[in-house]
């Protein structure tokens, strides 16, 4: 919503929040639509070596962007990100390419633009028809590349990510999850979409970048121009546009002020997550990205609470036994002797399913997604396995199971992983076959048998960002029904309630790693459910250790009772605002007071 229609002026466009915090800097606009690509103009005889130079220089410049590019987010994120530009690279220098285009160039006196734009489309016609679905996943790079070239060609500046100077703000109509996760965070302070929900795959990795994020804006990308001064309220969920002075100076301090807090929050690090009335609280870390592990050790977490896998499987081809047993490795040596809980590959859903064969699917979040993927490929599904028993060799490494449905799948999960232990063992190869198996309980059908689940595995993971979606019939990345999706629901509340007592009947622990422990009155009510072990992203672990410690678990557990006899999300969350009001207070960070 704006309050001023007029380009040029102060305007104010409000989103969902996806990431706390307050970001000043430049818009880039990240369009994904091509340029005009292809002009039918003919060049004349004389003229075409000159086209064939442009085209030449076209190539090079931004194969050029792309290294550049590759080399920066290597040192930012390591080699297994910098992996994705291998492949638009391998495009760009392909001999076949280049030449074809020449040709046409050449021989039909076509444009570069023409010539360059009718070779991609034939190579892509080509790709689609391809019956493999990693390789037609291919057609999304062949696209960004020869939208990235055209756009050179054209004279203007690549409208994607490649030019990225600091202090910038991306906005955007959506980005994928790779693309959040290629974000270098020294030059990008800021994200803003028009679609997406608060638990998106790319809000998650914004959260876990620490980038201050508006999600589901519906409009910015159009209304926002390229250089515009933006401020991005990632705590309320407004992005200020061209931002008058006043407004200006408000956010400054706001932000100053919360760059104080995190300062003293990091000097806390080492205080025990032990609430008022003595009860110590786990707090874990979700990693996204491998290189999270150093801020979740800085900030004192107790262990890796979820480590998404996801990020290995983005790249160009398949992660090889070898590349996943580094990853592993190093995480596990670096928490050691914490204990590091790796979640087996949850494709699907929002994530591409680059690596295996799929068609297309009208409901993606109901379909072939996470632990259905792996049982069905037994080779891919291997080849993780092998990889984390043997990394298990250097620290507590824990196995955890994505979208599990039922009884059966935890058994023949658990069978693959004894074979997978025998195969090693029969190999002489060094690994742990005892590693503790727990699940994610996301699906309601799993909350609701957890008794029975709990019979036959080590521990559970509460994935409240798909229970909530699976349970109120929600889309967990659509702005349009985002107000629906409700963590606070006494419908999930009550499934959090039996899956906790499940558990402890049982005497297997139960973690949560669903993002709405970030929320102070939800991380409260967790608490009074039964649940002690909470994990969050790296950067949000001191406001939720902060939030602990001002806690009682006795008044918490009085309250949740209450609470779930509720009827609203709304009822829940005024309750307890009311209720404990000087906790929340206590914990708040400064830019929420000050507002
Ligand atoms: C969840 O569903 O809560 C969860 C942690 O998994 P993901 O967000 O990766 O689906
Ligand atoms: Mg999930």
Redesign the pocket.
């Known amino acids: 919503m704006s309050q001023s229609t007029r380009r040029g002026t102060y305007r104010r466009i409000e989103g969902i929040p996806a990431s706390p915090g307050i970001a000043i800097g430049k818009a880039f606009t990240h369009r994904v639509e091509s340029p005009a690509a292809d002009s039918p103009r003919k060049i004349p005889a004389h003229r075409v070596e000159a086209e064939v130079g442009r085209f030449r220089a076209a190539l090079e410049a931004v194969a050029g962007d792309v290294r550049r590019t590759r080399q920066r987010v290597e040192h930012e994120h390591g080699t297994d990100l910098a992996l994705i530009f291998d492949a638009q690279l391998a495009m760009l220098e392909d001999a076949q390419v280049r030449d074809a285009t020449i040709e046409r160039i050449r021989s039909a006196k076509r444009s570069a633009e023409g010539a360059f734009a009718a070779t991609m489309g034939a190579l892509r016609r080509e790709f689609e028809k391809i019956d493999n679905e990693y390789l037609r996943a291919r057609v999304g790079d062949l696209k960004d590349i020869e939208q990235q070239v055209l756009v050179h060609l054209a004279g203007g500046g690549f409208s994607g990510l490649q030019t990225l100077r600091s202090n910038t703000v991306i906005v955007a109509r959506d980005l994928l999850p790779s693309e959040a996760a290629q974000l270098a965070r020294r030059l990008v302070t800021g994200l803003v979409t028009d679609v997406g929900g608060e638990?998106s795959?790319t809000s998650?990795i914004a959260r876990s970048l620490g980038l201050p994020t508006v999600v589901g804006t519906g409009e910015a990308s159009w209304a926002v121009r390229a250089g515009d001064l933006l401020v991005v309220d990632g705590d309320e969920g407004t992005v200020h546009v061209r931002p008058d002075a006043a407004t200006l100076r408000r956010f400054r301090t706001r932000r100053r002020r919360q760059l104080r807090r995190e300062r003293e929050l990091s000097r806390r690090a080492d205080l025990p997550t032990v609430t008022r009335d003595g009860e110590e609280v786990v707090l874990l870390a979700?990693l996204d990205l491998p290189q999270e592990i150093d801020l979740a050790v800085r900030n004192g977490a107790r262990g890796v609470g979820?480590l998404?896998t996801e990020f290995l499987y983005l790249g160009y081809g398949l992660p090889s036994e070898a590349d996943q047993f580094d990853c592993y490795s190093r995480i596990v040596k670096a928490m050691a002797p914490q204990p590091v809980v790796v979640r087996t590959i949850?494709l699907g859903?929002d994530k591409l399913i680059h690596a295996v064969d799929s068609p297309p699917e009208a409901n993606p979040f109901l379909g072939w997604r996470g632990i259905r993927i792996c049982l069905d490929n037994p080779d891919l599904f291997k080849t993780q396995l092998r990889a984390i028993l043997r990394a298990a060799v250097h620290g507590e490494t824990r196995i955890l199971l994505?979208m599990i449905s039922g009884l059966e799948e935890i058994r023949q999960a658990r069978e693959m992983i004894a074979e997978t232990a025998d195969e090693l063992t029969r190999e002489g190869v060094d690994h742990r076959a005892d590693c503790r198996v727990g699940v994610?309980i996301?699906v309601p059908s799993a909350a609701i048998t957890a008794e029975q689940l709990a019979g036959e595995v080590d521990f559970f993971s509460l994935?409240?960002?798909?229970?909530v979606q699976y349970t109120l019939a929600v889309d967990r990345g659509t702005a349009r029904v985002a107000e629906l999706y409700q963590p606070l629901h006494p419908a999930v509340l009550r499934l959090i309630r039996q899956v906790s007592e499940a558990s402890l009947a049982a005497g297997i622990p139960t973690s949560i790693?669903?993002?709405m422990v970030a929320d102070p009155v939800a991380a409260l009510l967790l608490l009074g459910l039964g649940v002690r072990q909470l994990s969050v992203s790296p950067p949000q672990i001191p406001e939720v250790r902060e939030l602990l410690r001002a806690a009682e678990i006795g008044r918490m557990s009085e309250l949740a009772g209450q609470c779930l006899t509720l009827t609203s999300a709304r009822e829940v969350r005024e309750r307890v605002e009311a209720e404990m009001a000087e906790v929340l207070a206590a914990a708040r960070p400064p830019s929420e007071v000050e507002g």
Do not use: K, Q
């Open positions: 638990t795959h998650i979700n979820m998404r949850d859903g994505p994610m996301e994935g409240t960002n798909d229970l790693c669903g993002e």
